[in-house]
């Protein structure tokens, strides 16, 4: 591990804050360790994914560079950065973590929910600190890096403080701050030995999903219909289910009433645990058949790991069934 | 009757039979236990009362808009304070081996014996896929060697003996220069 309060000793450094801090490596990965007085680099290549070890090389004066790379995919042939770390006596050791309410690692959050930044320092080092916020923009149709689109930065100069965090709500530049989606990467820099140039310390980022919506189609608000057979072609198409969700349709005797517990039509529940947002066309099946007549609302709800994973109503339909047949008597029909 | 249990004796047809399900099992295992999925056995088991509707794109504009947000007492701006120290694009400062369609990236200064036949192999125009250099040496080896240096010598503060030096002509393939099995730099007299 670290001594920063122990400069004239040699500084040894686990490898394993880099390995530890992607769940990305794999078989192939590697840390590229460059000494920064002297340009010696030494390639490390790891014979498995877990647990940590010393780097063998001291850091010396001057402090090192670890870089973490990693294989692509068939997309991509060659190797790609997965992160970067500079430490040394001349540099502050950061701790650098993102929290969001979905415990997913790596860490995600939806666009409309918010994410905090947790900047912790060690050591003697009084160095200014500052911050790169870096806003990349995904391709909505590929969910992925969107080669069009340059990264944004703005930058933050922290107080010398030991821990701070901050909240912050997503931000990635889009026309419908619903739809956003990307990637937020905090970077900490601080000078180095001479106090010229700004080096990364350490980094963190944060996935950000656009919010899921949904398009009841085959039934106009409030219609009166005389035939279940029109509501049986109903369609409730979803985009962009969150990646750890459940979606289902429930029905209810009246007008829409949010927070209602209707009656759950059981083909419609999809469970998604994915790595990116799903879009769904969820079955109804000839849900309307047994319906008597009267006025219902089909709702749509949608269970995230935000809001406490409390449903939450992405849209609604409400009708009335009139088959034009009515009894003398009066008939009780519990939903 | 026999205490001891036993497993009842299965025709070659139903063993054979029995171990293809067992192999299907395991196979499709990933998915018979993923967590994606439809039905009702995937609702979770409390159910909760639906609490607010989906936001809308002004709603949401208005909520970030009263918010309080980032860390307290920070400047903020669009340009770095100083100098950003600059970063080497790892093809730009590396050596790189081509064979076939693999190519695989040592540490500059790492290749310290070169036969004049082998030049070929080093390339700055890779192509093909990247290849980790364990799995790269392993096939390589008719081509390819390591010869392992202190950290003296990597730094160039202490030389690679001459007989030791005098050796890999006579190897007549790549050195590589490692310090714990793991490729490193070489770097010149210091």
Redesign the interface.
Known sequence: MIHPNNPMTLIRTTLALLLAGSSLTH????I?Q?QLK????????PASNLGSTWS??PVGTGGSVF?L?A??NKAT???I?LD?STMGTAFPTVELTIRSQDPHVPARTR??Q?FS?KIKRHGASQK?I???HTLEKYNPATHSNNAQAAPK???????IKTQ??????P?IPSP????AEGEETFTA?A??VKG?????LKSASVQVWP???VSITGIRANATVKSTAKLNKVTVSCRNLYPDS?T?VQIYRGNAR????GR?L??T??????KVPQNQKIPLGNWADTLPDGQYTL?V???TPF?Q???????YASFVIDRGMHASGLVMHQL | MNPHFTLPHLSPVKKTVLQAIILAVVLTAPLLF???????S???AE???????????QQ??Q??AA???????????????????P??E??A?SIILQHGDNHT??????LIHIPAHLEKKITRT?S???M????FYNAHRSWLFTHHIT?QQ???KAPIKPEVAHQFTRINRLVVSV??N????T?PK?
């Open positions: 078989a192939g990965d590697f590229r460059t002297n340009g010696l680099t030494w390639d490390f290549h063998p090389i870089s790379y294989t692509g042939p060659r190797i950065k970067e666009a409309d918010p930044v200014l500052s911050l790169r930065n703005v930058w933050l100069q922290l107080p701070q965090s901050g909240k912050f709500y931000s419908v701050p619903t739809l820099y000078t180095g010229k140039q700004l080096h990364p919010v899921a919506s459940v289902y949010l927070g209602t517990l759950i059981p083909q529940v999809i469970r998604f645990d994915t709702e709800l949608h269970i809001n994973r409390k449903p939450e109503r992405l849209g | 993923a967590e994606s999925g439809v039905g009702p995937f609702l979770p159910r909760k009362q639906a609490a607010s509707d989906r936001p809308t794109a949401l504009r909520l970030i918010q309080n947000q980032g860390f307290t007492g920070a400047t903020q701006s669009a340009h770095a304070p100083e100098a950003i120290a970063s080497k790892i093809y400062s990236l040592l540490p500059p200064y790492s890779p093909g896929k990247y980790p250099w364990p799995e950290i990597a730094e160039g310090f714990q793991h490729p490193i730099s770097l210091q």
